[in-house]
């Protein structure tokens, strides 16, 4: 049994709807003609009986006379008229009331096992017999109640049965045609069924192979466009989906790409070691600090970079990194050169797949440690040189106070300001110093005339010019008028001309030039100074950058102004370069957007 249901079930949809098509009409068609069938043999039975009933009763009113009178011939051929009439009259018998026979319409003589069949008993009877391969009704009618005796009438049914057999042969003949009709039908609706089904497996298929955009075109209210509707819908959530994740796969691409990017970009050394403490992987950054290549490094105990001076303090970090402890330090490393520098590290451990490595971040701090050192010795030496002047101003002051001579006095006295002039300068480079460090500006734009900036700018250096013996001359075309804030520009120029008198020969000059170009106004500082070497150009505006350690005592000065001015000449559009030669002076130069 399961073997059929499984092969039932493997069968295709159409071939399916068929059989059952074709079972269920023979079921039908069966149970239908079986109850008509019967229903129908019923229905001739109780005709055929109620016309019984009708001829038996007259034969039995009509022999009531021939039996009293003994009238046997006319008894005998009432029965005959009577069967010759009715075709399907088998046979008509009477008997007395002591169950004789008295006349009988058969040929071959009276069958005796038809006398106590089917008595009347007083009333009629019915009873169906089997009389030579026919099936007949006998219909027993008492004659007066019995007292005279009684008829029996004989109704055959063979014509029933033909009938009903001819009923059959049509309705097997109508239900083959209904099947035939009925597998028609179920083949045409099946393919009607099967077509979107076929359209929703060709789809799933299109999908299968990756056609995500495959959808059923299925114009249908019934179950099939239902169907076809949810796997459209179940499609276009699939697709969502997928879309989605391959974004996601993107974006993790993207991300990676970008994390990959930073990494190798970032000037900080960014390098990962196994539980062990080997190099599992390190970005260019630890590579240009350490001087190693990558395959020196892989595989390596980091141990490889730390002076044997710091051994000891490195295996007291490694414990705590092991044991959790998360914390920024300073260290030393030695380079594949040979020389030692300074790193600020930063850590973190992390899990795997189920193995520890530990994430370390390295930044070069070596030139941050140099700078903090020059600042240090900066301040160190004006805070040295402080004392200096102080001591000269009181000096000079008491022995003021102490001279008579009104022109002595006055040249005491002379001494003393510029004992204070040197203080203020001082004083004036720890501002700068200051300034350097914040590097906080905020700017304030305005249409602002250039030769007002040039003169304010000159004028407050003039006194050190005259100091220095330096004069100042300037040479300015004309509208000079720019878009920039009108303090800071003052600021910028006047230390390109602080410089320029600074570093300048006694009885030198500085010329001050203001010139239109296309979009920018350039204005250049030209000095009879010292000059710069060649080698020591591309650090002029590097903050703290000062070209000699000597410059320091003989000028003075911070190393930051020109730093400064470069940063605000730059913020307000801008640019600024120097062209010196050692020897034989220098040009400061700056250009400032026009006002339109």
Request: proline share 2%; charged share 30%; hydrophobic share 40%.
């Given at each position: 049994m399961k073997s059929?249901?499984?092969?039932?079930?493997?069968?295709?949809?159409?071939?399916k709807l068929v059989?059952?098509?074709?079972?269920i009409?023979?079921?039908?068609c069966?149970?239908?003609?079986?109850?008509?069938?019967?229903?129908?043999?019923?229905?001739?039975?109780?005709?055929?009986?109620e016309r019984?009933?009708?001829?038996s009763?007259?034969?039995a009113?009509?022999?009531?006379n021939?039996?009293?009178?003994?009238?046997?011939?006319r008894?005998?051929?009432?029965i005959?008229?009577?069967?010759?009439?009715?075709?399907?009259?088998?046979?008509?018998?009477?008997l007395?009331?002591n169950g004789e026979v008295?006349?009988?319409?058969?040929?071959?003589?009276?069958?005796?096992?038809?006398?106590?069949?089917?008595p009347?008993?007083?009333?009629?009877?019915?009873?169906l017999?089997?009389?030579?391969?026919?099936?007949?009704?006998?219909?027993?009618?008492?004659?007066?109640?019995?007292r005279i005796?009684?008829?029996?009438?004989?109704?055959?049914?063979?014509?029933?049965?033909?009938?009903?057999?001819r009923?059959?042969?049509n309705?097997?003949?109508i239900?083959?045609?209904l099947?035939?009709?009925?597998i028609?039908?179920?083949?045409?609706?099946?393919t009607?069924?099967?077509?979107?089904?076929?359209e929703?497996k060709?789809s799933?298929?299109?999908?299968?192979?990756?056609?995500?955009?495959?959808?059923?075109?299925?114009?249908?209210?019934?179950?099939?466009?239902?169907?076809?509707?949810?796997?459209?819908?179940?499609a276009e959530?699939?697709?969502?989906?997928?879309?989605?994740?391959?974004?996601?796969?993107?974006?993790?691409?993207?991300?990676?790409?970008y994390l990959?990017?930073?990494?190798s970009?970032?000037?900080d050394g960014i390098?990962?070691?196994?539980?062990?403490?080997?190099?599992?992987?390190?970005n260019?950054?630890?590579?240009?600090?350490?001087?190693?290549?990558e395959?020196?490094?892989?595989?390596?105990?980091?141990?490889?970079?730390?002076?044997?001076?710091y051994?000891?303090?490195?295996n007291?970090?490694?414990?705590?990194?092991q044991?959790?402890?998360?914390?920024?330090?300073?260290?030393?490393?030695?380079?594949?050169d040979?020389?030692?520098k300074?790193?600020?590290v930063?850590?973190?451990?992390?899990?795997?797949?189920?193995e520890?490595k530990?994430v370390a971040?390295?930044?070069?701090?070596?030139e941050?440690?140099?700078?903090d050192?020059?600042?240090?010795d900066?301040?160190s030496?004006?805070s040295?040189?402080?004392?200096?002047?102080?001591t000269?101003?009181?000096?000079f002051?008491?022995?003021?106070?102490d001279?008579?001579?009104?022109?002595?006095?006055?040249?005491?006295?002379?001494k003393?300001?510029?004992?204070?002039?040197?203080?203020?300068q001082?004083?004036?480079d720890?501002?700068?110093?200051?300034?350097?460090?914040?590097?906080e500006?905020?700017?304030?734009?305005e249409?602002i005339?250039?030769?007002?900036?040039?003169?304010t700018?000159?004028?407050?250096m003039?006194p050190?010019?005259e100091?220095?013996?330096v004069e100042?001359r300037?040479?300015?075309?004309?509208?000079l008028n720019?878009?920039?804030?009108?303090i800071?520009?003052?600021?910028?120029l006047?230390?390109?001309i602080?410089?320029a008198?600074?570093?300048?020969?006694?009885?030198?000059?500085?010329?001050?030039?203001?010139?239109h170009?296309?979009?920018?106004?350039?204005?250049?500082?030209?000095?009879?100074g010292?000059g710069?070497?060649?080698?020591?150009?591309?650090?002029?505006?590097?903050?703290f950058?000062?070209?000699?350690?000597?410059?320091?005592?003989?000028?003075?000065?911070?190393?930051?102004g020109l730093s400064?001015a470069?940063?605000?000449?730059e913020?307000?559009g801008?640019e600024?370069?120097?062209?010196?030669?050692?020897?034989?002076?220098?040009?400061?130069?700056?250009?400032?957007?026009?006002?339109?």
């Amino acid at each position: 049994m399961k073997s059929v249901l499984g092969s039932f079930t493997n069968l295709k949809i159409k071939t399916k709807l068929v059989i059952m098509v074709v079972l269920i009409l023979l079921l039908v068609c069966g149970v239908t003609a079986y109850y008509i069938q019967t229903d129908q043999i019923n229905a001739m039975g109780n005709q055929l009986e109620e016309r019984g009933y009708t001829i038996s009763s007259y034969l039995a009113d009509s022999s009531i006379n021939p039996i009293l009178t003994e009238d046997v011939i006319r008894l005998q051929q009432l029965i005959e008229s009577t069967r010759n009439t009715q075709h399907d009259i088998a046979y008509v018998f009477i008997l007395d009331e002591n169950g004789e026979v008295i006349v009988h319409t058969f040929e071959n003589g009276f069958p005796v096992a038809l006398k106590n069949v089917n008595p009347a008993n007083g009333e009629e009877t019915v009873k169906l017999l089997d009389i030579e391969n026919e099936y007949v009704r006998d219909i027993a009618q008492p004659i007066l109640g019995g007292r005279i005796g009684e008829v029996h009438l004989g109704l055959s049914e063979t014509s029933i049965r033909e009938t009903v057999s001819r009923s059959i042969r049509n309705k097997i003949g109508i239900t083959a045609a209904l099947v035939f009709i009925g597998i028609l039908l179920s083949f045409a609706t099946g393919t009607i069924l099967c077509k979107p089904l076929l359209e929703l497996k060709k789809s799933a298929e299109d999908f299968g192979k990756g056609n995500l955009d495959s959808r059923v075109h299925v114009r249908r209210r019934d179950e099939v466009g239902e169907l076809a509707e949810t796997f459209n819908k179940m499609a276009e959530k699939l697709q969502s989906q997928v879309t989605e994740k391959e974004i996601d796969r993107q974006n993790v691409l993207e991300t990676k790409d970008y994390l990959d990017t930073i990494i190798s970009a970032s000037h900080d050394g960014i390098f990962v070691l196994d539980s062990e403490g080997r190099f599992e992987f390190c970005n260019k950054a630890v590579l240009d600090i350490s001087g190693y290549d990558e395959s020196d490094l892989i595989g390596e105990n980091f141990q490889i970079l730390i002076p044997d001076e710091y051994k000891s303090f490195m295996n007291s970090r490694w414990q705590e990194i092991q044991k959790g402890i998360e914390k920024a330090y300073e260290t030393k490393i030695v380079t594949k050169d040979g020389s030692l520098k300074d790193l600020m590290v930063n850590h973190r451990d992390i899990e795997i797949h189920g193995e520890r490595k530990y994430v370390a971040v390295i930044k070069d701090i070596t030139e941050i440690k140099k700078i903090d050192e020059m600042k240090s010795d900066i301040i160190s030496n004006i805070s040295h040189e402080l004392r200096t002047p102080m001591t000269i101003m009181r000096g000079f002051t008491e022995v003021a106070m102490d001279e008579e001579d009104h022109a002595e006095r006055i040249k005491y006295l002379n001494k003393s300001l510029k004992a204070l002039d040197r203080q203020n300068q001082m004083i004036d480079d720890l501002l700068e110093v200051s300034i350097g460090e914040k590097e906080e500006f905020s700017f304030s734009y305005e249409t602002i005339d250039l030769e007002d900036v040039i003169d304010t700018s000159v004028q407050n250096m003039m006194p050190k010019a005259e100091r220095y013996d330096v004069e100042i001359r300037i040479d300015l075309e004309k509208d000079l008028n720019v878009k920039a804030d009108r303090i800071h520009l003052v600021y910028a120029l006047t230390k390109l001309i602080d410089n320029a008198v600074k570093f300048n020969k006694k009885g030198g000059s500085v010329e001050v030039t203001a010139r239109h170009t296309d979009c920018f106004i350039k204005v250049c500082v030209k000095d009879t100074g010292i000059g710069i070497a060649k080698k020591n150009m591309e650090k002029v505006f590097d903050k703290f950058y000062q070209v000699d350690a000597t410059t320091t005592r003989k000028y003075g000065g911070s190393g930051v102004g020109l730093s400064i001015a470069k940063h605000l000449i730059e913020e307000q559009g801008g640019e600024i370069w120097a062209e010196s030669e050692l020897g034989k002076g220098s040009i400061f130069c700056f250009t400032v957007p026009k006002a339109q």
